[in-house]
C-alpha cells in the first residue's frame, strides 16, 4: 500500500473517527451488554461488504466468563434497542455480544489478526462541566456506566481500519480479521474468541490501547512486556446465625472469618520472582446488629508481572479464606469470574514495529516498551493463543495526553490519536505484508 | 380490688387478648414505623375514656435514635393508613410514634407507671406450614418483620389492662400511666419517652417481657439483676481509592482498615468484672472489584452485663477503629444508633412481686431471678430514670413454652400467658396500692 | 475436741507458724522442685509420728504435667541440698515432690482429706525497701522464684493442723489425709496425687487459699463455686526459614502465623453460658532480622467459669492455630502442661463450713461465696475425684488484707490469718467429726 | 600497565588468595567486631608501605549503626587478641574496627576509590563433612559466626588488588583509596566511612559482590541496578502487665498489640512504583503463662527496589505498630539498627567495565546487569556519597558456582574467582587510568 495516500485517507476521515468514538462514549455498554455497539459494529462493516460475525457466532459461549443473569441480559437488549439497536441484529446475536470480521483477499499470504475492545467500565462519569463529554454533549447516558478506558476510541480506530483496508483490498495477500471483543474489563471475553477458533490460522495478532504520553504528545509503543496475569473471583463465606446477645457461641460469624482472611492473605505478595496485586474490591455480609452473620460474599482479584508469581498468590489467598473458614466453623465457595495470563509482545516484533511507526507523521516519537505496571489484558489469551501454533503477537500503546488516569471518572483522551492510531495499524499491516511475520 | 372478680373479668377477655395480638402480629410494625400499632392504641384508650397522647407528644424527639430515614417516614405512614389506621390520628402524630395514656383517679396515691413495647423485629418470618400464624392467618403481611421478640402480646395485655384499670378506677387511688413504647428493638425509644417527663413523678415502674419458660408450664419472674448494658452503633470508614493495579500504594483500602479493626477488637471481650459481647452484625464495602474500596459501614452492638464492662468494651473496640484507620491512613466517623445500661429491679421489689404473683391461678411457679444472659431492654433507662428521683422498678419475665427462641423466624408462645400477664399486672398494681411501693 | 482449748494452742504457735512461714519464704521453690519443702515437711511431720509419704511414693508420675527436664531436677536437686534437705530425704523422693500424711484413729469415722499447696511462683520478688520480706530478712534467695500467692502459708498452716490433730488423736475418730500438694501453678499436680489414689477413700476433701479481704479484717469464705477450668498448653509453629530479601516466597514464616492465630483466636472469648479468659504469656521466634523466621514457640492458657466453656475455647483456639497454619504453609505441635476443671464446694458443706467458723474468734465475718472471678486451682481435680465415689468437697478463702494482689512482686499478706487458717481448719474437722459429712 | 604481565602476577599469588581466604574463613568475625581481620590488614599493608587508618581513624563513629554493647566489644577485643591480633593495633583501633589504606601516586589523575567487606553472618556454619570448610579444616571457630556471603573472598581479593598496585605504583597517576568496610551485614558500617571524608575526592568508587554463576562458570557483571533500599530496625512495645485470670482488663497485652500490627503491616506490600519486602525477623515477649505479657521486642526490616517505596513501606510499618499500640493502650519504641538507598552503577560506566573485564582471560562471559532482586548492599551510600560531588559509581557481581546461597550453613564458592575478581579490579583501574571517568 502507498502509505502516504493511506494517511491522506486517514486524515480525511478524522470527523467520522471522533464522531463515532463520541456516539459509543454517549451509548457506553458494559462487559458482555454490547447489543448496541455490537449491532453498529456490524452496520458499518456489512455496509462495507465486509463479512461479520456477531454475538454467539462470533464466540465460543462455553468460555465466557464474568457473564450477567439472564434478566440483566433481557434488560439491556430492551435499552440497546431503545437506543437505536436493529432489533434483527440484536436477535441474531442470541444473547452474547461481539464481532468478528473477515477480509480475504484470495492471495497467499499473511493472516493478520486485529482486536479491538469495546466494552466499558462500571464507573459513574463526571458531570463537572469542565469534562469535555460534559461540554460538548456525548457524557454518558447510561447510569453507572463509562468508556474510562478509551475502548470508544480503539472500536472507532477499528472500524476505520476496516475501512481503509477494504477499500485497498487489491493492494493485499492473505487475509486480515478483525475482532471486536466483548467485556475486556475483568478479563471475561478473550479466551471465549479465541476459543471460537477465530486466531487458529493467525499468522500474528495484534492490539492497541490508549495510555497516557509522558511526552506530553503522541507516540507509540510496541510493547515487549508489561500485562500483568490476574485472576478475578468471588468469595462467599457461610456461618451460622445465632443471637449475638443470648448465644454468641452457637453463631459462626461469616464476618468475622472474612476479616481473619482478609488480614491474613496480605501476607504473601511478596515474592522475588516478580510483583504481585491483590485487592478486595467490595465485601457485604450479615442481615442485623444482632444477629451473627452467616454470609459475608466478597469480589476479589490478584494480580502478578508473572503469571506464575499471580497464581501463587492467589492460591495463597484462597488458602488463608480456607484455614480462617476452619478456625471459625465456616465453609466458603469461590468462583473465577475471570481470568488472563502475563503478557507481552514479541521483542523482534516490539522493535519492528516501534521503527515502521517512525513513518507516522504524527507521532512525536516510538519506544519498544510500556511501563504498565499492574495493568492487565485479556488481549494476553489471545497472544498465547498465536504463539501456541508459532504465530507472534504484539501489544502496542497508542500514547497520547489524558485528562485523568484510567477507570477515573474524569478520564479524556487527546482525540489526535484516533487517526494517528488508525495510521499505526495500517502501517503495521504494510510492514508485514512486504517483510512477511518474521 | 377484688383479685378473684378481675382475674375472672381477664378471664372473660381470653379471646379479646388474643384477636388483638394476632392483629398486631399480622399488621406489624418495626421501631419508629408503628403508626398503625399506635392509632389501635389511641383509639382503644381513647374509647375508654383514657386520655391518651401520641407520637411527638408522647416524648422528646430530640432523644429518639436510630431513626428511619424522612423518606422512609413517609412511606410508613402511607403504608398504616392502607392497613386501616385513621388518617388524623397519624396526622396527630407528627411523624413519630408510640403512646402514653393516664389513669388519674384524683385520689392521694402512689403513681405507679407501666411500660409496653409495641415494635417488631426486622425479620423474615417463617413461611412453613407447620408455624402457627401461617396456619390460623395472621402471619406477617409486612415483608422483612415480624414479631418475633412477643411485643404484640406485650401491646395486647397492656390494652387489656388500661381497660380493666378503667372500669375499676373508683377502687384506686393515685395514678397509674401506660407507657407504649416504640422502638425497644435496638435500644432506641425508651430514653425519648423518659425525657418527655412522663416519668418524672413516678413512685414506681414495671415492664414485664415473654420469656421461654424451663419449667414448660406458666410462670413468673421479679427479676432482680439480668439486662445487658449495649450501645448500637454505626462505624464508616473512609479510605482513597485508586486502581488496584496502577497504583495500589495511593490508595487506602477502607475494607482492609475494617478487617484489621474487626479482627483487633475481639481482644477486649474479656473482663474481670463482668461479661462482654460484640458483634459486628452487617458490613458493607467498596464499589468495583478492581479499584480500592473508599468506603466501608458497619452496624455493630457492644454489651455489657454490667455498663462499666460494656462501655469499655465499646471505647475498646472504637480505638482500635481509631487505630486501624491511622494505619490505612482512612479516617472514619460513628453513631450510636441506641444505647441502655445494665439493669435489674429492686430486689426487695423482685421478691415482693414473685410473692404477690403466686396468687394467679395461671402459673404454676414463681421466681426471683432470670436467666437472661446477653439480653437487653432499654426499659433500663427508665428504670434508672425513676430511681434517679428515689423511686422502685422492676422487670418482669412473664414464662411461656416458646415454640422457638426470640428473633428467630419460628418464635412463638403459648397465648395462656396473655391472661397470665394481665392478670400479673393487675395483682401486682393491688398489692402496690394496698402495700405502698415500700 | 475442745474448741476453746484447740485455739489457745495454735495461739502458742503463732511464732512458729510465722517462722516457717518466712523460711518457706525465703528458700522458695517452683512447682516440682520443692525438694527442700517436701524434706521439711517430711522431717516435721515424721517426727510427730506422722506417717507420711514423700515424691514418687505421694503420686503417680504418670499424671505429673508441665514438668522440668531432667537436667533441672538434678539442678535442683544439688540447690535443695545446698540449702538444707537432707539428702536422704531428696533420695527417696525419687525425682518427684510433695508429701501425704495420714493420722489414722483406728476408729470408725469419716475419711477427712485436707490439701495444702506448696509450690511458688516464678517471678522475680520486689527488692524495694518498703515489702516486708526484705525489711524483715525473710526475701526469696531463689532469684525469679517467689512465693506470692501464699503456699508459704498455706504449708505452714498445714504443718500446724497436723501436729494439733495428732495430739487430740485419742479425741477423733476415722482418718485425716494431709496432702501438701506440688505444681499447683500451672495446675500440674493434683492430678497425679489423686491418681495414686489417696483421695478413694475421702468422704469429704477440704483446702483453702488466702485471699484479699474486701473488709480489710479477718474473714472466712465457704465457697459454693467460683473456681476456673483452665488449659495451660504450649504451641510450636513451624515454617520454612528463607532469604527474606531474595526469596520469601520460599519462606513460611512461623511469627506471621502465630500473629494470625493469635488475633484470630481472641473472636471465641464470648460464650452465653459463661465466662472466659485466653492468654499467650509468652511468645519467641525466629534466628536473624533478614531470614524468615522458621520457628514461634508460645506459652498459652484458656480459662473458663465453666469447664465446657473453658474447653470450647481452648478447641476453637487451636483450631485458629491449625487454620492460621495451613494459610502460612507451616505446621505445629501444641502440648497440654496443665488441665483442671471448673469447681465449688457443695452448697450446702460451703454453708455449714461457714456457719462453723462463725466461732473462730479471729474471724470478723465469714460467707458462702467467694468472689475469685477467673481464678483456677487444680483442686478442682480432687473435689471431683472425691466426688466421683459420693463424697463431697469444699474450698475455703482465707480472706485477710494483702500488700498486692496475687502473682505481684510485692505480694504479702497479714500473718495473723496463718492462726486464723489453722483454727479454721481444725473448727471444720470437728463440726464434721460430730455432725458428719452431711 | 601491561595487563598480560599482571594477571601473570596475579596467577602466581593463588595460593596466597586462598590462604588469606581461608584464615579469614576460620578466624571468622562479625560487623564491628573484626578486630582480628583489622589487625591483619594493617599489617599486611603496611607491611608493603602503604599508609592505613584502623578502626576509629577510618571512619566517623557517630554515623555507626547497629553497634554491640561496650561488653560484646570489650570480649571480643580479648577474643581477637587470643586468635592471634596484635594487641597495640587492636588499642590503636579504639574499639571500631576497619581499614583505609591509599596509595598516593603525586602524579595528577584520578582519585579511584575501592570498597571491600570484612564482616560475616551470624549463622552456625555446617558441620557436615561434605562442606568444604569442614573437610580442608578451614571452619568457622567462633560459634555462631560464618562466613556465609563471601566477605572474606572480597577482603583477600582488596589485599591482592593493593599488593600488585603497589608494586606497579610507578605506572599509576592519581590516587586509590582502599576501604575495608566493616558491618556491611545489616547495613551498618558505609555511612561511618563515608561519614569521615574518605570519598570526598573520589572520582569514582567501585565494590564487587560474589554471586551465584548462572552459567556455572566465571563471569563479571557491571550492574547498572539491582540494590535494594533497606531499613533495619527494631520495635518494642510496651503493654501493662495484669493476672491473666483475674484481671485481664486491667491489663496491655503487648503480644497482642504486636500481633495485630504484624498481620496489619502485610498489607502495604504492593506498590505500583517498585518492588518492596518486610519481614519480622524474631519476636521475643512475656514471661509467664498467667500473666498479660507487658513487653514484646522484635527486629524488623523492609526493603523496597526504590528507596521510596522502601521508606513508604516503612513508614507504614510503623504507623500500624502505632495504630495498633493505641487500641491496646501500648507504647512503643523504635529504634534503627541500619539503613541504606537502593543504588546501582552509573550505566555507561557498567557497559565500560563489562567491556574491559573481557580482556580477564579467567571469566567466560560479561554483562551489564545483576539479577540481585531483593538484595541490599549499604555500598549504596558510598556511590550516593561519590555522586554527591559529581563522581561515578559501579557494583560489579563477580560470577562464579556456589555450593549453597547466600546466608546459607553450607555456602562456599569456587575459589578461582579470588584470582579472577583481583584481575577485574586491576583490569578496570587500567581501564580508567587510561579513559579516565568519563
Redo the contacts between chains.
Keep these: 500500500m502507498d502509505l502516504t495516500e493511506i494517511y491522506r485517507e486517514i486524515d480525511g476521515m478524522e470527523e467520522k473517527l471522533i464522531r463515532t468514538r463520541r456516539d459509543l462514549h454517549r451509548f457506553v455498554e458494559s462487559g458482555w451488554q454490547e447489543f448496541r455497539t455490537t449491532a453498529l459494529i456490524a452496520e458499518r462493516l456489512r455496509g462495507l461488504g465486509i463479512p461479520t460475525l456477531i454475538g454467539r457466532d462470533a464466540l465460543d459461549p462455553a468460555k465466557a466468563m464474568g457473564r450477567p443473569s439472564a434478566e440483566e441480559v433481557e434488560r439491556e437488549k430492551k435499552r440497546a434497542a431503545e437506543q437505536g439497536a436493529d432489533p434483527a441484529l440484536i436477535e441474531e446475536m442470541r444473547d452474547y455480544t461481539g464481532a468478528a470480521a473477515v477480509i480475504e483477499t484470495g492471495r497467499k499470504g499473511p493472516v493478520i489478526a486485529l482486536r479491538f475492545d469495546i466494552d466499558c467500565?462500571?464507573?459513574k462519569e463526571s458531570h463537572d462541566p469542565s469534562h469535555r463529554p460534559v461540554q460538548e454533549g456525548f457524557g454518558s447516558v447510561n447510569a453507572g456506566r463509562m468508556h474510562a478506558c478509551g475502548h470508544d476510541g480503539h472500536t472507532s480506530i477499528g472500524l476505520a481500519v476496516a475501512e481503509v483496508l477494504k477499500k485497498h483490498e487489491a493492494e493485499l495477500s492473505g487475509t486480515v480479521r478483525l475482532l471486536f471483543q466483548p467485556a475486556e474489563e475483568?478479563d471475561r471475553g478473550a479466551k471465549a474468541m479465541a476459543a471460537k477458533g477465530l486466531l487458529d490460522d493467525a499468522d500474528v495478532v495484534l492490539a492497541a490501547h490508549i495510555y497516557d504520553s509522558p511526552e506530553g504528545q503522541l507516540g507509540l509503543a510496541g510493547t515487549q512486556t508489561g500485562l500483568?496475569a490476574?485472576t478475578?473471583f468471588d468469595i462467599a463465606i457461610h456461618g451460622r446465625s445465632a443471637?449475638?446477645?443470648?448465644?454468641?457461641?452457637?453463631g459462626a460469624?461469616a464476618?468475622?472469618a472474612?476479616?481473619?482472611a482478609?488480614?491474613?492473605?496480605?501476607?504473601?505478595?511478596?515474592?522475588?520472582?516478580g510483583?504481585?496485586?491483590?485487592?478486595?474490591?467490595?465485601?457485604?455480609?450479615?442481615?442485623?446488629?444482632?444477629?451473627?452473620?452467616e454470609l459475608?460474599v466478597m469480589?476479589?482479584?490478584t494480580?502478578g508481572s508473572d503469571t506464575e508469581?499471580e497464581q501463587?498468590l492467589y492460591h495463597?489467598a484462597l488458602?488463608?479464606v480456607?484455614?480462617?473458614?476452619?478456625?471459625?466453623?465456616c465453609t466458603f465457595e469461590t468462583e473465577v469470574?475471570g481470568i488472563c495470563p502475563a503478557g507481552g509482545g514479541d521483542p523482534d516484533l516490539a522493535v519492528r514495529i516501534a521503527a515502521a511507526a517512525q513513518a507516522v507523521p504524527d507521532f512525536t516519537y516510538t519506544q519498544t516498551e510500556l511501563k504498565?505496571?499492574?495493568?492487565?489484558d485479556d488481549f494476553a489469551c489471545m497472544m498465547d493463543a498465536v504463539r501456541e501454533h508459532g504465530g507472534k503477537a504484539c501489544y502496542m500503546g497508542l500514547l497520547t495526553p489524558l485528562k485523568a488516569?484510567?477507570?477515573n471518572s474524569c478520564f479524556d483522551f487527546d482525540e489526535r490519536i484516533l487517526k494517528a492510531g488508525a495510521k499505526a495499524f495500517l502501517t503495521v499491516i504494510d510492514m508485514l505484508q512486504r517483510e512477511g511475520i518474521g
Tied chains: 1, 2, 3, 4.
Design positions: 467500565n462500571d464507573l475483568g500483568y490476574t478475578k443471637h449475638a446477645g443470648f448465644a454468641p457461641e452457637e460469624s464476618i468475622q472474612a476479616a481473619l482478609l488480614v491474613g492473605m496480605q501476607s504473601f505478595l511478596q515474592d522475588g520472582r510483583s504481585g496485586r491483590l485487592n478486595i474490591g467490595t465485601i457485604e455480609g450479615g442481615t442485623g446488629r444482632n444477629v451473627v452473620p459475608c469480589r476479589a482479584e494480580r508469581v501463587r495463597k488458602a488463608t480456607e484455614g480462617a473458614c476452619n478456625a471459625f466453623e469470574r504498565n505496571t499492574g495493568g492487565t488516569g484510567h477507570h
